[in-house]
């Protein structure tokens, strides 16, 4: 018995052996022979086996020295030159930021002169601080389908606890919209009031597509407790700009959204004369108010981190240079390890 078993698997291993040299005969390595017989992949698809082992070709420089040194210095070259062209342009944005909140009728307020020429249009923004839209709780407040389709949406346990006022669903709901900012501005220049255009101050995408056109607004900010401003019933969502705008939470406490443009220039020296209703309540919880006037410039408003970070980094190269021509070998491997 033992010799038969001792046979039968000596004729097993040949039948192995033959089978793995037929597949020789035809051109297929062994390695990739011996992986199809388990993976079920065919001989042809050798790219495929080429990925899975890390065989594909690669391009793998070689960082000396001289070849790194003269990559930096061309990022020195290209970055420090785009930074301070970035400060420059952002240190054109002129721009009015004043707290209205904590006097009845500030002084700066009544006669606030316009430091430079500001050429049109003027944006106006109202800023929030230490205030955080980015809550979990309150981002989640609302229902999308309804802003979308009106009372056709059913659900409304997302916009808890302000989902029904009076035993009638609200639409908009959710503790957003019933926070809705409310305070309203007039500017004032030489006894005329200028006029501020409060129209496409919302993204075209969220007017068109996430705010319905023939969703009215109902039994809004009917209950006990008023959170903010009130919708006008008869204008569409789609065309409540100001409730668009809102919608939009921040991710920081502190915030600014805009209230409209201004569509002329204000010369240098001008009085503008700022007439407000301080309704918003921040007294609360701490919250601070700003009225923000501001130009903008081909990169947006006024905002220096990007031209920092620009100038900082190729200032930071050409120092990385100076100090590795100057001690050539250890820090060459230090330019390696940081390629």
Excluded at 33 to 52: I, M
Excluded at 192 to 211: G, M, P, Y
Excluded at 218 to 239: A, R, Y
Aim: charged share 20%.
């Amino acid at each position: 018995m033992e010799v038969e078993g001792g046979n039968t698997s000596a004729n097993d291993a040949v039948a192995r052996k033959i089978s793995i040299q037929s597949r020789r005969a035809k051109g297929c390595p062994s390695s990739f022979c011996y992986f199809n017989s388990f993976s079920g992949f065919s001989g042809n698809n050798h790219v495929f086996y080429q990925f899975t082992q890390q065989n594909l070709p690669a391009c793998k420089p070689v960082l000396t020295p001289s070849w790194i040194v003269t990559t930096f210095l061309l990022m020195g070259v290209i970055f420090i030159p785009i930074g301070l062209v970035t400060l420059r342009t952002s240190h054109s944005v002129i721009e009015i930021v004043e707290r209205y909140d904590t006097e009845c009728i500030p002084e700066k307020f009544r006669g606030n002169k316009v430091p430079k020429h500001m050429k049109a249009p003027i944006y106006i923004y109202y800023q929030l601080d230490n205030y955080y839209q980015n809550h979990r709780r309150y981002v989640k407040s609302r229902n999308d389908q309804q802003l979308l389709h009106g009372l056709k949406s059913n659900d409304t346990s997302s916009c808890q606890p302000e989902d029904s006022s009076n035993g009638l669903p609200s639409v908009p709901c959710g503790l957003i919209a019933w926070s809705l900012f409310n305070d309203t501005f007039k500017f004032i220049r030489e006894s005329s009031e200028l006029v501020v255009n409060r129209k496409n101050i919302a993204w075209k995408s969220d007017r068109n597509h996430k705010f319905g056109k023939q969703v009215y607004p109902f039994n809004f900010q009917n209950g006990t407790f008023i959170g903010g401003g009130s919708l006008d019933p008869s204008v569409p969502l789609s065309d409540q700009e100001d409730l668009i705008v809102w919608m939009r939470t921040a991710a920081l406490p502190s915030f600014r959204k805009m209230y409209g443009r201004i569509e002329e220039d204000l010369d240098a020296d001008d009085v503008i004369a700022v007439h407000l209703m301080n309704n918003y309540n921040t007294y609360s919880f701490g919250g601070k108010k700003k009225l923000v006037l501001s130009t903008s410039s081909w990169l947006g408003g006024k905002n220096d981190f990007l031209g920092v970070a620009y100038v900082f980094v190729g200032l930071m190269v050409k120092q990385l240079i100076c100090r590795g021509t100057d001690e050539p070998f250890p820090y060459a491997v230090a330019f390696e390890i940081i390629a």
